[in-house]
T-cell receptor
């Protein structure tokens, strides 16, 4: 079993829709959590960190559920420009472990 | 502010040949990472440097891969000899001090094709 798992998708949704996807992690010692965005043939870029209390940045909301060991990303009012792969990242500083999920592909259609 | 620089951007070699990649992190960033990203997968951490010391190289195939960061700034990653399964994008990233909560900034990557 992979330590960080994501639904690969693709999620194909119309513009303006709300879409959400999860990322599960298996190690309860995981400390920090992030969502990165990766456009086709580009490098990953930080979308947002995920805090225990949940956090929101414009149309994007990230949440952490430690009890069930998953993080989520919600995108409201989706735009064509949101089409990308969304990578979940989990870190454990005690073991200097940084683990990326395989990513969820999102495609927004007009 | 200049980002993470990598070269070359593309490389095609035959199996059993050697190849080297270069990375220049963001100025002042103490931590440098090398990742391997195979098509359809997320980046896999190969090695993490803190200044010129290795923090984690547990996933580096040491029989063929080596990396160095001699002066705590630039870094090179070498593969010798290359195998077909080494075809991937090699991403370099840097962060300010390397804390688990820190943002990593990625370079554009080097696309390697091994024939």
């Amino acid at each position: 079993r992979k330590e960080v798992e994501q639904d690969p998708g693709p999620f194909n949704v119309p513009e303006g829709a709300t879409v959400a996807f999860n990322c599960t992690y298996s190690n309860s010692a995981s400390q920090s959590f992030f969502w990165y965005r990766q456009d086709c043939r580009k490098e990953p870029k930080l979308l947002m960190s995920v805090y225990s209390s949940g956090n929101e940045d414009g149309r994007f909301t990230a949440q952490l559920n430690r009890a069930s060991q998953y993080i989520s990303l919600l995108i409201r009012d989706s735009k064509l420009s949101d089409s990308a792969t969304y990578l979940c990242v989990v870190t454990r500083s005690s073991a200097s472990k940084i683990i990326f999920g395989s990513g969820t592909r999102l495609s927004i259609r007009p | 502010e200049a980002g993470v620089a990598q070269s070359p951007r593309y490389k095609i070699i035959e199996k059993r040949q050697s190849v080297a990649f270069w990375c220049n992190p963001i100025s002042g960033h103490a931590t440098l990472y090398w990742y391997q990203q195979i098509l359809g997968q997320g980046p896999k951490l190969l090695i993490q440097f803190q200044n010129n010391g290795v923090v984690d190289d547990s996933q580096l195939p040491k029989d063929r891969f080596s990396a160095e960061r001699l002066k705590g700034v630039d870094s090179t990653l070498k593969i010798q000899p290359a195998k077909l399964e080494d075809s991937a994008v090699y991403l370099c990233a840097s962060s300010l001090v390397g804390g688990a909560e820190e943002t990593q900034y990625f370079g554009p990557g080097t696309r390697l094709l091994v024939l």
